[in-house]
């Protein structure tokens, strides 16, 4: 049974922080780390006590984890950066919140011995006879460890402890990857075996000058070597165990929210019922106040949990082909109980999520080429923009006239004539974009477009249908994505005070052009007003926009099974890198890497010298056999990545590529496994290093082709619209809603109330029904059907899940990762 494990995480805020520079200031950053891995950085809020960061990320961790932790930073334009504090949380810390953790948590100091990762290669046996024991510990390698030496590396040696006796193994210099193989062996004396004590492996880094450094430890009690003759894997290095110290609060705080979905994952066949039940509720028609398993699941769910059951739902339909009459179905339902045209898809309802995150998942790449062209310009120039009265502030403004400082009005004037300027841009960018519309939202919002019609027919109601679709293309998708880009992949950091001014207006501006400004002058707004002209001169431009945007044929969009929400040929990601070959002579660092611009589709990674080059090299990506993270000491460079591919003759290749910055190290490393996540000959292991001066700069071997010092991470991502479809982890989250509210579906449709004998007579006179009742009688018959069904197939699974988390081997010891 599969495990799927993502972890949610969001670094609100900071309060407090000591100052670190010279100033009386900090320029503050957050690192944050899932064991030893790096995998987010914030923006640097310069010259700030108390920053705002409002960052949030998701991982999809299969393997699991074990601790998260976060590093505040103090950026230093010349030397090292400072270390302010950390909070680390394990993951049985954050587990135990079900619902979250959402809290102001205080710094701790950093302590260098309890910074330890990587794991350790052990084989444990005890020997007994009757005068004396001898336990042998064969040190096999280790892999990962932390970095001690200014040169990124360290000199390990390990030394394994019982009672007053030790033994250690050789050092190896300038490794994190160290492969000892020696056996160390204590003669124990009577009695000293005793089942109560422990065995203690640590690992050090040797040093010519001062105090070694410790690298962490195994603990294994006695009793295991007792009980098994041979104890032999991968064993977690830990720290010593000092209790961390949060200095009474005097390194500020961090205000963080964190939450962690586990789940188990049955074969696909153990889905099969719930798959057909989800099935029928869209492609068999039913009486639109009849409940199906969709109105069941809008029951059940609150409105925190209903934004993640609707993208849920709208992956699962991707994946059957049936997206369409999926929104469709709740669509129509949502539309025919609404009586005030004013009030429709204004709620948090299951249709209005979904088709919110529909749009999120198949037309991100589309508003990525209509927005992100001005997003840029508007980032790039950093305008002073401001119309409020009331927040005009002459000296944030830049010299408008050269007769002097700007006035009040000179500021609106210029504001005025660049948020018309951006705005038209905005307009162009979209009314000129229907070819680039994805098929499949063109033909939902066609259907929308008739239902509301046939629900609104009166001529007064003639708006309505453009300001059903509207409020969700611009209100639900391009509006927020102007007003927060980085949400939407759309810019790699937020955006600064003043761009962030700029980027409000616009989107009120266009939530008016999307609303067709009937709502203007109404509001207490009213320093909005000059901007009122462009907005009404759009609404024509608008309905002419919409009406192209649902004149498509049904039957020409291909719909069927899929494993992604974009085509193959779509390209997903694309940006300058800078490469570097394996193979070839051995050139300086500094000629060894060059810049190309890199395109990647679920088919390619293909890249030239420019974006507009002709010539383009590609390397396929069902050859993609494992996408990881290159060591800083390879190349004595930072933020590269190695992808390793396999030729048709079963030979491996490397090609390196180095990004900016840590965060896009992990979007391309993140978006190119998501590719190629489905193929089949994925490695199970690689080098971190690189083959120089004919050895691995990880592990030492002189080997090219030996194999992999450490463990590929093949299906560690980041969470966002690109997410791969997963049919099997989709569902059993459906399963798990269904789970918790079953008692509610029990005691609201299938639990009778007990009759008083008194009220029997009245009830008999009373049963002679109408045809109305007859009608609703048949619909609560079968709505009692539905329920019964479902609760049958929520039991067979709950039944499967105990039967195979029998079978699961004994986690009572955590400390071996792998046998």
């Known amino acids: 049974m599969a495990r799927n494990t993502s972890l949610y995480f969001r670094i609100v805020e900071g309060r407090n922080l000591p100052a670190k520079d010279v100033s009386g200031t900090s320029d503050p950053y957050c690192i944050v780390k899932v064991d030893n891995e790096v ?57 135990a919140q079900h619902k979250g953790l959402d809290n102001w948590l205080n710094l701790t100091r950093v302590d260098p011995d309890e910074e330890v990762q990587g794991e350790i290669h052990l084989a444990l046996e005890l020997h007994r006879d009757a005068q004396r024991s001898n ?66 492996v640590e690992v050090w880094d040797w040093d010519m000058v001062g105090k070694n450094d410790f690298l962490g430890k195994v603990e294994i009690p006695l009793s295991c070597l007792h009980r098994s003759p041979l104890l032999q894997g991968w064993f977690r290095l830990l720290p010593l165990g000092h209790t961390e110290d949060d200095a009474g609060g005097k390194l500020g705080a961090l205000r963080l929210k964190v939450r962690l979905a586990e789940n188990r994952i049955l074969p696909s066949v153990y889905y099969q019922p719930l798959m057909e039940l989800l099935v029928e509720a869209v492609i068999s028609p039913s009486e639109v106040d009849e409940p199906t398993l969709l109105t069941l699941l809008e029951e059940l769910t609150t409105v925190d949990s209903r934004q993640d059951v609707a993208m849920t739902l709208v992956k699962i339909y991707l994946g059957q082909g049936l997206v369409v009459p999926f929104l469709d179905s709740l669509n129509s339902r949502e539309v025919h109980s609404t009586t005030d045209p004013n009030t429709l898809f204004r709620s948090n309802s299951l249709a209005s999520k979904a088709m919110e995150q529909f749009m999120k998942a198949v037309g991100m790449l589309y508003l990525h080429q209509v927005l992100k062209p001005v997003i840029n310009r508007i980032f790039e120039e950093r305008k002073y923009v401001e119309l409020d009265p009331c927040k005009i502030d002459l000296n944030r403004s830049r010299r408008i ?27 162009e960018a979209i009314v000129s974009s229907v070819s680039q519309c994805p098929p499949v939202m063109r033909v939902v919002f066609k259907q929308l477009h008739r239902r ?90 608008v309905k002419d926009f919409l009406d192209k945007l649902i004149d498509i044929d049904h039957s020409n969009v291909c719909e069927g099974p899929q494993r992604a929400v974009f085509l193959p040929s779509v390209i997903v990601k694309e940006g300058f890198l800078q490469k570097h070959k394996a193979e070839g002579p051995q050139l300086l660092k500094r000629f ?190 079968r709505a009692r059907a539905l329920v019964a069904r479902l609760l049958d197939v929520v039991l067979d699974l709950e039944r499967a899940h105990s039967t195979f988390k029998s079978r699961e081997p004994d986690e009572s010891r955590p400390l071996i990762l792998s046998s």
């Open 452 to 541: 509301v019609e046939e629900q609104f027919p009166e001529a007064e109601n003639e708006d309505v249908k453009y300001l059903a679709i509207g409020g969700f293309f611009f209100l639900r998708l391009f509006a927020p994505a102007i007003l927060t880009p980085k949400l939407f992949q759309l810019r790699d950091h937020h955006a600064d005070t003043r761009t962030s001014r700029t980027l409000l207006l616009l989107a009120k501006a266009l939530q008016s052009v999307g609303n067709l400004g009937l709502q203007l002058g109404h509001g207490k707004e009213q320093w909005m007003t000059p901007l009122h002209p462009i907005i009404l001169c759009s609404v024509t431009s």
């Open 135 to 200: 336990l042998h510990c064969h040190v096999i390698e280790a892999r990962d460890l932390a970095p001690r030496d200014i040169t990124g590396t360290s000199d390990p040696f390990t030394r394994i402890i019982y009672n007053n006796l030790s033994a250690e193994t050789s050092i190896i210099k300038k490794t994190r990857f160290p492969h000892w193989d020696e056996t160390l062996e204590l003669s124990l004396d009577e009695g000293d075996d005793d089942e109560g004590g422990s065995v203690t």
């Open 401 to 427: 006239s050269f007769k002097g400082s700007a006035s009040e009005a000179e500021v609106r004037e210029s504001s005025v004539g660049l948020l018309q300027t951006y705005l038209s841009s905005i307009m």
């Open 592 to 781: 060894a890497f060059k810049k190309r611009y890199f395109w990647l589709s679920s088919e390619s990674l293909s890249y030239a010298k420019s974006p507009d080059w002709q010539v383009r090299s590609s390397i396929p990506i069902a050859r993609v056999c494992a996408v990881e993270r290159v060591d800083e000491n390879a190349f004595q460079l930072q933020n590269i990545m190695q992808v390793i591919t396999q030729d048709t003759d079963g030979q491996l290749h490397t090609t390196y590529l180095q990004c900016k910055n840590v965060n896009e190290l992990n979007q391309w490393l993140s978006a190119i496994r998501k590719v190629s996540i489905y193929n089949e000959r994925m490695l199970p292991s690689f080098h971190p290093g690189a083959h120089r001066g004919n050895k691995w700069t990880c592990c030492l071997q002189p080997d090219r082709t030996a194999s992999g010092c450490s463990r590929t991470h093949s299906a560690v991502t980041l969470g966002d619209w690109s997410d791969p479809l997963d049919p099997d982890a989709e569902i059993q989250i459906i399963y798990k809603e269904l789970l918790q509210g079953r008692d509610k579906l029990r005691k609201q449709y299938l639990e009778t109330q007990e009759v008083e004998p008194g009220e029997q007579e009245e009830l008999l006179k009373a049963s002679q029904p109408s045809s109305g009742q007859m009608c609703a009688q048949g619909r609560s018959e």
């Open 39 to 95: 995998v987010a950085r914030t923006a640097t809020v310069w010259r700030n006590l108390n920053p705002f960061w409002g960052e949030e990320y998701t991982l999809h961790l299969p393997m699991g984890f074990h601790t998260l932790t976060f590093y505040v930073m103090d950026e230093d334009t010349i030397g090292h950066d400072d270390v302010i504090g950390k909070i680390s949380l394990s993951k049985d810390v954050i587990a």
